[in-house]
């Protein structure tokens, strides 16, 4: 049997570093403690929660990102969010313009609803899309524009010109944008898209990563009111999403405005730190730095290991959990893992032990590559 990686780490969670998953370890507990033990105090899972969600926390969420005259809607992470835009809106022999590496359930979502994905491989610089190469892509066919922004797996972000100019491209194409922004509140100057082209941008968003919430599930995605009566139709989650989990998202988006700053601080600061770790292991490279995200690409082609036998060489070994880069990347996932850092230093210090060491090994492993 092939080694199961997520079952190995789940199994062992207490001890593992779990730099795998672009998750934040970094949110100060007491903010979601005290809400989630209130929530449980009164019994609220005993009912179903409004159906719509709850307002207060649709109100924060357009606030937050600032889109007045959208319509906000809840759904359980933001990939519920990301499956009902695909069947809602795509329909058999669409096209969607999207890159490689990416963020893949989403191109797996388009397939469902019988489309395509037409990829452009951004494994070089400047790592992105860019609204010249989108408009060359775009054909008789294309329907959608996928704009995630920052990136999944690389870190790059995109520059407000680059966001306006592919925004145009979808308005002067008739296209929808579908603009992901789970990893919004990392970037340096974050850019909506939705900001230049309203009427047809699906703004998706979620709590996973910027509020620490991943294992709850709670995201969504805002757009005009038509759009997102559209997409809504496809909502399976009639009754309302974990009322546990809007509990926790409500406290964390009332106070981020006074911890986050610390969260991106200290995540930046583990992002240089795993840098000068990685520029000391010959043959490894970040090929975007520094991240707009709380992850980045490391690409290890040149090590003699490959991105499976890193991933397992440092959990079972090190307890370090990164992502073998396959998952992300059909052209270039056999290059790189990915590693998350919105963690404590201590998990940091772990990979910085463990990753030469573990790089060395499997070098010596694979000789003729290696010399
Ligand atoms: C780009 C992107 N979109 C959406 C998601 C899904 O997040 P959620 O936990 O809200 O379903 C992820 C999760 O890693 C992601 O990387």
Redesign the pocket.
């Known amino acids: 049997m092939p080694f199961d990686a997520f079952r190995y780490a789940h199994a062992h969670r207490l001890e593992v570093a779990w730099l795998s998953?672009?998750t934040n370890h970094l949110v100060p507990p007491e903010v979601i403690r005290g809400a989630l033990e209130q929530a449980i105090g009164e019994r609220r899972y005993e009912g179903y929660p409004y159906g719509p969600g709850d307002p207060e926390l649709l109100e924060l969420v357009r606030r937050d990102l600032g889109l007045d005259g959208q319509t906000p809607f809840l759904t359980?992470?933001?990939?519920?969010?990301?499956y009902m835009i695909a069947r809602a809106l795509l329909a058999p022999g669409d096209e969607v313009v999207a890159s490689d590496p990416s963020?893949l359930?989403?191109h797996r979502f388009v397939e469902l609803a019988g489309a395509r994905t037409r990829n452009l491989d951004i494994y070089a610089p400047p790592f992105r899309l860019t609204a010249d190469r989108v408009q060359e892509a775009i054909g008789p066919k294309t329907r959608m524009i996928l704009l995630?922004d920052p990136?999944?797996?690389l870190g790059s972000g995109y520059p407000r010109e680059e966001v306006r100019a592919i925004a145009e491209i979808a308005h002067d194409h008739h296209l929808l944008l579908l603009n992901?922004v789970?990893?919004r509140d990392f970037a340096d100057t974050p850019t909506l898209a939705a900001e230049f082209m309203p009427e047809s941008t699906i703004t998706?968003?979620?709590?996973?990563?910027n509020c620490g919430l991943?294992g709850l599930?709670?995201?969504g995605f805002i757009a005009s009111p038509e759009l997102v009566r559209g997409v809504a139709r496809f909502n399976t989650n009639d009754l309302g999403v974990n009322i546990l989990a809007q509990v926790a998202a409500l406290a964390a988006l009332r106070t981020k405005a006074q911890w986050f700053g610390a969260v991106r601080r200290q995540t930046r600061e583990n992002g240089a730190r795993i840098r000068s770790v990685v520029e000391e292991v010959p043959g490894a490279s970040l090929p975007v730095y520094p991240s707009q995200a709380n992850m980045m690409v490391i690409d290890i082609a040149r090590t003699g290991g490959t991105p499976e036998a890193v991933q397992q060489e440092l959990l079972e070994r090190y307890g370090v959990f990164v992502r073998a880069g396959n998952y992300l990347s059909p052209a270039h996932g056999d290059r790189f893992v990915r590693v998350s850092f919105s963690n404590p230093p201590a998990d940091i210090d772990r990979f910085a032990r463990a990753f030469p060491e573990a790089i060395r090994t499997l070098a010596a492993r694979a000789p003729t590559l290696s010399s």
């Open positions: 998953q672009n359980a992470g933001g990939t519920e969010s990301l963020y359930i989403i995630i990136l999944n797996p992901d789970t990893y998706v968003w979620s709590v996973s990563k991943a599930r709670v995201g």
